[in-house]
């Protein structure tokens, strides 16, 4: 191995370790993508985590310089083809592997300043927030999953649109009370969050519902490089889902989860069900 690929392969492993370090449930739903994509899906997660946490953590710095200097970074690295970033070096190589449009790339960074001075949406703003900070990431994903055939991607686009949609949606109730609370953010238009009505989580539920059964329609037509990856994603926030519902009368009161075991428990029972579905 010569030294720049080892290069590559280390900031790769950089990748991964952040996936691995900050989320659980997609760690293990990349590792049971096929071993040639696998790591293409840690470098998009790598750079999506960075710049969130750009965002969302580092209050005691000037976060819209970090995130100033992390945009100019990223298109830097993607025309040079090679950054001192690990993180980004990684990311331009998948985006210049799979020519992921750079409209989405534009999208979620945009959505990302969204976060440092919007505090709350209507419904045209939290549309387009949701779209560049989770539609399009499924995007960037499918573009890999479809290896750039732009007649399956494009017949794709809407489901995984709908499936990152309602990670997103998922997330935001998941965390209503630390984003109102410690933020001062309210992903919900024209709800009051410290007066939530039986007819406003209804509605909520209803929407997120909605997404789930669209995207599954997509998930299923998937090559099975990413089928089962990409499913069981789908099964642990769709459960995560349920639970939230579940404990609805806490959601501004703690932060729902779901426990290791349980995880493990609905990787098998998601491995059961697609290959029972497979000798239909």
Known sequence: ????????????????????????????????????????IYAI????????????????????????????DTYLAIDRKISTN?????????VNTFNIDRSLIDAFLKSMSFDLD?????????????????????LMCLQIFVNGNKQQFEQLKPYAQSL?????KVNFLRDIGHDYNELGRSYFPGIDINHLSEENI???????????????????????????GVYV???????????????KHLLMKKRIRISNSKKLYLIFKAWFKLKAVSYE
């Open 86 to 94: 690990p993180v980004l070096h990684s990311f331009q190589h998948t």
């Open 1 to 40: 191995m010569n030294s720049f690929n080892l290069y590559n392969k280390t900031t790769l492993e950089i990748a991964k370790k952040i996936t691995t370090n900050y989320s659980t449930s997609f760690s293990i739903g990349t590792r049971l993508l096929g071993a040639s994509i696998r790591d293409h």
């Open 118 to 138: 919007k505090s709350n949406y209507d419904e045209s703003s939290i549309n387009e927030y949701i779209y560049g900070s989770a539609e399009v990431v499924g």
């Open 233 to 247: 994603a789908y099964v642990y926030y769709y459960n995560l889902f349920e639970k939230l519902k579940k404990n």
């Open 202 to 228: 209804s509605s909520i539920f209803k929407d997120i519902e909605h997404d789930f059964q669209h995207a599954l329609t997509g998930i299923n037509r998937l090559l099975a490089s990413s089928k089962f």
């Open 45 to 72: 997660y790598g750079f999506v985590r960075v710049a969130d946490e750009i965002v969302d953590t580092f209050h005691q710095f000037d976060k819209q310089q970090l995130l100033d200097e992390f945009t100019r």
């Open 164 to 168: 990152g949609a309602a990670f997103q």
